[in-house]
């Protein structure tokens, strides 16, 4: 993570090791923060310009939504839009209105984008974080037993299946668990969050939206569950060829102590930054996921504003999923300076 | 095979006809041959060896560590038991408990993110059946043995907090945490600075009494092994090829391979009496033979003008923190030295890990930016050159690294990075590039053909002799060599340091040597400069750096150098419990002003504070009868004179 | 050659990839030959589910239209995106990376945070982005899919290159005179190249995912026969005639599985596990 910068130099000279040294210095989470600035003011930068890059200002857009044609009204919109003023003044106002999260009017729908990219905010979230957990969970676990079997049929059919996990289109996975699980099977929900007119309360309701949320969680998960397998097992192996780990055996540790106490730790560690650099990744899964299930979340949100041709709508959602996934970056981060004893130092 | 054992007593240990082999694509290569030796309890064994000697396969064969793909042969008994029949269970229940290890890499040994109060008192639980509070007393306890300062602040402390010496000792309490009978110890001080190597090898041979251990100790070192082994195994690709005792070995080798080896490995005080450096005999490997080393010719112009001249120079780096990040503190690596080098001279910078050796020959070439002095190189002042201009300054001066394995690009053919310089400055088309590139090749002692390979078809040595060739591509008239020796084995470092003496004297060559091997230094140099914390502390005439040494720090430092020689051992001799100071300084701070004094003719001493004083009372008998024994050397060397 | 055969022996699964993919480019080539040069027509009755006539081994989709030519010339487009995207996005990230990594300092920096930039955002949302502000065309897509997929590569390089440049073969150029861009061009450029080069299959098989699953949510280029269109368009007919969208989601499948093996073994060959004491 961050390391004082020093020459290498004097890093490699045998043994100066500064790293033992703690100095006083600015806090790691500081740095962090600070370093995230740039990229918000990067995305918000780019927003603009792909605003201005379609075909027709927003004014030509918006007055062709609200279907008035006279060149009066256009004018007028123009002026209100603040679209007849030079692109920085523009461009100045629009970062004003983003720091006061007013990121525009859907005309398609009637509402500021704002509101109705909250609305959907929550179903999404819920579906990416039951996946992220299970694909997690289940992922780091067969990742482990792949990397530490010494039975090369257990770690070959692991490595296999999470090969082909990773290369299977997520929308047709998911169209082939509707195949087989609602209409062959009959089992399960093909889409939507609830059951039409069925109680929408009690525990009843709530096992109602499990049942529909299996399908669409489930193949999310495997994915994710197929990459967290792949990047385990690299670790796990890695791991295995330190020097610390021989100091393990040598001391008279076990096999599964060795794993338990020296490897899994370390493996983990690795997890956590790769974790959050899976979640734009995770995020485009979910929208055709989204689609594929009728979940009424951001991706179905995203989907609906291309085919009513609302850009304003398209980009605000750009906007936050890239502005939330780098917060959450920004927290893996941060969680590993806690949770990694070298970062210490520097925190 | 010498198999005697104090009389009375079982061998600990007793390997026979050990046999290790590694599958490869050709079938099973053996790496250790029909091996035998045997341990007494109490005993030191030495095994030792150049790298692929199969010595650090054996230790791991003891505790059945080895790879999967390895095949174990032959016998190792403890005591009654036949290790190489033992199931895993049993082994685990040996490992740490009768038999215990440490290793060569203390900094990558220990867990990175577990404390090592944890790695230690999982050593307890795991063999003395102790509760963890049980386990927590013991662990303070046995980092109290190993000397860790302050044990009870320390046991929730991470490994990255401790030193390279400090996780030594770490690994050294856990290896005892079982009470073993046997303890491996695999290289265990060859990362560290030679001061902390004295401290550490006194440590293991103190514990060793005390706790009645017999100790297989794994090195490449022959100072190391005259200084600790009772007795002595040579290995030479995988077979033993001498076992005796380690006197014996040392007064009277029996094998060719052993005089060869011992030949070639530089003493402290050989050079006593001589003024010139000195080549290493070299020994047949077959037939024993040894030639008398030729002396070299003076080649020293001590009248004509200076071809390096340093003078106040400082580099400092700063400590930022991350990107946007203020200065917290600096790095004084490089606090105002001078000193100068006349061509054909050789002098050598001495000093320990971090005292700033390697960022003075790197600021001579500029590869780091200094941060006030002179640098005049046939009287030019380097730091004044633009940027562009550097390449002048890279035609006169050229550097040779430590790590002949990282210093050539492996794509590219030896013959290419041969004749890179060439054609970077223009010096020559490509056809004759090609002829010079045979030229040179031939004048480092390679063949003309070998100029197609590739790097890695070389061995270590090989490699070396390409990258001087390379700095000799552009005819420098001053070749900063940063422990251009270190990392390769005795026999070849003695050919290396052969080559260069011979270069120096056909070429006219000056050297800057930078190194940590006293022992080598003395060898090879001229002159010799003392570094300590950034700072020259004491400069002169090679002879009267090792014959008469003023400063603290360079009697300590000599004092700590193992000598190769069992019947001259330290043994008991108290080397003061000094940890590594850095040169990591807040910031605004003002290094002290200095003042020298001159001893003798050229040899300047830095005037030295009262922090010196306080580990010379408490190793005064050893540094005054270290002092005697050079002092009388001086006299000697004088009259000779 | 003996030799050779063994090294390949150690990576089974590169093997079958690298065969596996030769059969899907012979097939992607000599589409128009095995199935007539245009996937689009109709060709004969709607609904035919494989094997069920002779002249249709896959059978037809909704419209008549043969599955079998749709699958081999999708095949070809299929490969074209991915080539192209992975190229590209090596490219790219192999540059930007060798020069972040080299350089460090303010420019590492500056880099860097594009890099950022590009891999927060959701890749397949960005590239639906620039599809409708650009248009559906095959070569707006290959665009979205580079801009978001090079910081991968290029963070892979920089980690290398900032190794190398530590090197001391690296510091030696620097003695002997060389200046930067030589050195970015001769010595580093040469030795960041392979695992950049790993990363383009890996690349060019997420690359594939991307455009199956914009042309299935209807966003793919409406002019050229593609896997993901296929699939959107056997969706509308999942419940009586599955297989429409089975066969043309397998084939990604197979492709992509391809892919990312070939890149596996190759991966393994260049960097071999050197021990393990567990």
């Known amino acids: ?347 | 095979m010498n198999h005697s054992l104090a009389p009375g007593s079982e061998p600990i240990l007793s390997v026979e006809n050990l046999t290790v082999s590694f599958r490869s694509d050709a079938g099973w290569r053996p790496v250790v041959r029909d091996l035998s030796f045997s341990i007494a309890p109490g005993e030191t064994i030495a095994l030792v060896g150049e790298s692929g000697s199969g010595k650090s396969v054996t230790a791991l064969s003891i505790m059945r560590l080895l790879p999967e793909d390895a095949r174990l042969q032959g016998n190792a008994r403890l005591g009654g038991l036949d290790l190489a029949a033992l199931p895993e269970k049993a082994l685990q229940k040996i490992r740490g408990n009768d038999v215990a290890m440490i290793f060569q890499e203390p900094m990558t040994s220990l867990n990175p993110v577990r404390t090592i109060g944890f790695q230690i008192a999982e050593a307890l639980m795991l063999h003395r059946d102790m509760t963890p509070p049980e386990a927590q007393a013991e662990t303070l306890r046995l980092l109290d043995r190993v000397r860790i300062p302050s044990a009870k602040s320390r046991f929730k402390d991470y490994p990255h907090h401790f030193s390279g010496g400090m996780r030594q000792r770490v690994m050294i309490a856990m290896a005892l945490a079982g009470r073993p009978k046997l303890l491996i110890a695999d290289e265990p001080t060859t990362a560290l600075d030679v001061t902390i190597q004295a401290q550490i090898l006194e440590l293991i041979k103190l514990l060793q009494d005390e706790e009645h251990m017999s100790v297989l100790f794994i090195t490449h070192d022959m100072g190391v092994v005259a200084d600790v082994a009772d007795r002595t195994v040579v290995m030479f690709e995988g077979q033993a090829v001498e076992t005796g005792e380690t006197g014996r070995i040392f007064s009277a080798p029996t094998h060719p391979y052993t005089g060869s080896l011992l030949a070639a490995v530089p003493r402290l005080g050989a050079m006593t009496g001589r003024h010139r450096p000195l080549r290493f005999p070299v020994v047949d490997r077959v037939t024993g033979l040894s030639n008398i080393p030729r002396g070299t010719p003076d080649t020293v112009k001590a009248d004509a003008p200076p071809v390096l001249e340093v003078s106040n120079l400082t580099t400092r780096f700063d400590i930022q923190s991350g990107s946007f990040g203020r200065v917290t503190g600096r790095v004084h690596a490089v606090e105002n030295i001078s000193f100068s080098i006349q061509p054909g001279e050789t002098l050598a910078l001495v000093g320990e890990s971090g005292c700033g050796k390697s960022t003075t020959g790197r600021s001579i070439l500029r590869l780091v930016e200094p941060e006030r002095g002179e640098i005049r190189v046939d009287g030019e002042d380097i730091l004044r050159l633009p940027k562009n201009r550097l390449r002048d300054l890279r035609r006169r001066v050229q550097m040779i690294f430590q790590d002949p394995f990282a210093s050539l690009d492996p794509r590219r053919s030896i013959g290419a990075s041969v004749a890179e310089p060439l054609l970077t400055h223009k010096l020559a088309s490509r056809a004759a590039a090609a002829e010079r590139t045979v030229a040179l090749l031939h004048q480092v002692g390679l063949t003309p053909d070998m100029a197609r390979r590739l790097p890695h078809e070389f061995s270590g040595g090989q490699r070396q002799r390409i990258c001087i060739a390379r700095a000799l591509a552009v005819q420098p008239k001053l070749i900063v060599a940063d422990e251009s020796v270190s990392a390769l084995d005795v026999s070849v470092k003695a050919q290396v340091i052969n080559l260069l003496l011979d270069l120096q004297a056909s070429m006219g060559l000056a050297y800057l040597f930078i190194s940590h091997d006293m022992a080598v230094v003395e060898r090879v140099s001229h002159r010799v400069a003392v570094m300590y914390l950034g700072e020259i502390v004491e400069i002169g005439p090679r002879a009267a750096i090792f014959g008469n040494p003023q400063h603290p720090y360079t009697r300590r430092l000599l004092a700590a150098v193992p000598v190769p020689d069992p019947s001259n051992r330290r043994g008991g001799r108290r080397l003061p419990e000094v940890e590594t100071v850095s040169s990591v300084r807040p910031l605004g701070y003002a290094a002290p002003v200095r003042s020298y004094r001159e001893i003798g003719p050229g040899h300047l001493v830095q005037a030295w504070g009262p922090e010196w004083d306080v580990p010379e009372i408490e190793a005064a008998p050893h540094v005054a009868i270290q002092h005697d024994r050079f002092q009388s050397e001086h006299v000697n060397a004088g009259a000779l004179s | ?278």
């Open chain 3, 1 to 278: 050659m003996t030799a050779r055969l063994r090294t390949l022996a150690r990576v089974p699964g590169a093997v079958v990839g690298a065969f596996v993919l030769m059969g899907i480019i012979g097939v992607a080539l000599a589409a128009s030959q095995l199935t007539g040069p245009d996937p689009l027509e109709i060709a004969g009755p709607p609904f035919l589910w494989p094997g069920e006539d002779a002249a249709f081994v896959l059978g037809t989709d909704i419209m008549g239209r043969d599955i079998l030519a749709g699958i081999v010339h999708g095949a070809r487009i299929s490969l074209e995106i991915g080539l192209a995207a992975g190229l590209a996005a090596a490219a790219v990230g192999l540059i930007v990376g060798a020069v972040a990594g080299y350089f460090g300092k303010w420019v590492d920096q500056v880099l860097m945070r594009f890099a950022e930039l590009f891999q927060i955002m959701p890749p397949l949302l960005f590239t639906i982005v620039l599809v409708v502000v650009v248009g559906p065309t095959i070569g707006v897509i290959i665009a979205g899919i580079v801009v978001t997929s090079w910081p991968q590569v290029a963070r892979l390089v920089r980690a290398e290159a900032m190794r190398l440049k530590r090197s001391e073969f690296i510091q030696a150029a620097v003695v002997i005179g060389m200046n930067d861009r030589a050195i970015l061009l001769k010595h580093v450029a040469p030795n960041v190249l392979s695992p950049a080069v790993v990363m383009i299959s890996i690349l060019a098989g997420n690359a594939i995912l991307t455009e199956s699953a914009l042309s299935f949510l209807g966003m793919g280029d409406p002019n050229v026969m593609t896997w993901g269109n296929m699939i959107g368009s056997g969706r509308e007919a999942l419940r009586s005639a599955w297989y429409m969208t089975a066969i043309p989601g397998f084939a990604v499948l197979v492709t992509v599985t391809a892919l990312n093996l070939l890149s596996n073994g190759v991966n393994d060959l260049l960097n071999p596990r050197r021990r393990a004491w567990l």
């Open chain 1, 1 to 347: 993570m961050s390391e004082i910068s020093l020459p290498t130099e004097e890093r490699s000279e045998r043994g100066l090791g500064l790293r033992w040294l703690s100095l006083p210095r600015i806090p790691y989470w500081v740095q962090r923060v600070l370093q995230a600035v740039p990229v918000v003011l990067l995305i918000v930068t780019m927003n603009f310009f792909l605003m201005r890059l379609a075909p027709g200002d927003m004014a030509d857009v918006m007055a062709g939504e609200s279907g008035v044609v006279s060149m009066d009204y256009v004018e007028h919109l123009r002026h209100s839009f603040g679209a007849d003023q030079s692109v920085f003044a523009q461009y100045i106002s629009y970062l004003g209105n983003i720091l006061h999260f007013d990121l525009g009017w859907s005309f398609r729908n009637g509402q500021p984008v704002a509101t109705l990219i909250l609305e959907r905010l929550a179903s999404t979230g819920f579906l990416m974080v039951t996946a992220l957990a299970i694909s997690i969970l289940c992922g780091c676990t067969l990742g482990m037993i792949a990397g530490l079997t010494r039975r090369r049929s257990v770690d070959l059919f692991i490595s296999v299946a999470s090969t082909i996990g990773f290369a299977a289109p997520l929308f047709w996975l998911g169209l082939m668990l509707i195949v087989l699980f609602s209409v062959t099977l009959a089992w399960l929900p093909a889409g939507g969050m609830s059951t039409l007119g069925a109680p929408a309360t009690g525990i009843a309701g709530v096992l109602d939206i499990a049942r529909h949320m299996v399908l669409p969680t489930l193949c999310l998960a495997i994915y994710y569950m197929a990459i967290y397998t792949r990047l385990m097992r690299a670790s796990v192996l890695d791991i295995c060829g330190q020097d610390f780990v021989r100091t393990a055996r040598a001391k008279g540790a076990s096999r599964l102590r060795t794993a338990w106490h020296h490897i899994l730790p370390n493996s983990l560690l690795s997890m956590v930054t790769l974790t959050g650099l899976q979640l734009g990744a995770l995020f485009s899964g979910s929208i055709t996921i989204e689609t594929v299930f009728a979940w009424p979340g951001l991706g179905q949100l995203a989907l609906s504003a291309v085919a009513s041709r609302d850009l304003n709508l398209l980009l605000g959602i750009l906007l936050v999923s890239s502005i939330f996934i780098l917060l959450v970056n920004l927290l893996t981060d941060l969680s590993y300076a806690l949770l990694d004893p070298r970062v210490e130092a520097s925190a």
